[in-house]
C-alpha cells in the first residue's frame, strides 16, 4: 500500500506563498537597512561612485570626438557632439545597472 498524496496546491495558494516569501524578504531589507545606516564618507563614496560611472563616458566621448573632428579638414564638431550624446547614453545606462544591481 502507498501513502495518500496529499492534496495538490491551488493556483492561488502557490501565489500566496510566493507573496509572503517576498514580503518577507523586502522587510528583512527594510530592517537591514535601518540596522545598518550609512555614514556621511559612505554617501560620498556612494555618489562619487555614480558621479564617475556617468562623467568618464561623456568626457571620453568628447576628446575622442575633439580628436576625429581634428583629423577632418575644416571647422566641424559633428563626431565631438556625437561622441557626447552617445557617452550621455552610455553614462546613463551604467548608473542605471549601477543602481539596478544595488542591494
Known sequence: MSAPKPP?????ETRRKAL???VDK???RIEKGERERRSMM?????????AGLFVLPVVGGAYLGRWLDSMAAGYSVRWTVSLILLGVVVG???VYRYLEDRP
Open 8 to 12: 495538490a496546491e491551488s493556483p492561488a
Open 20 to 22: 509572503d516569501n517576498a
Open 26 to 28: 523586502d522587510v528583512a
Open 42 to 50: 559612505g554617501y560620498t563614496v556612494f555618489m562619487g561612485t555614480i
Open 92 to 94: 546613463a545606462v551604467n
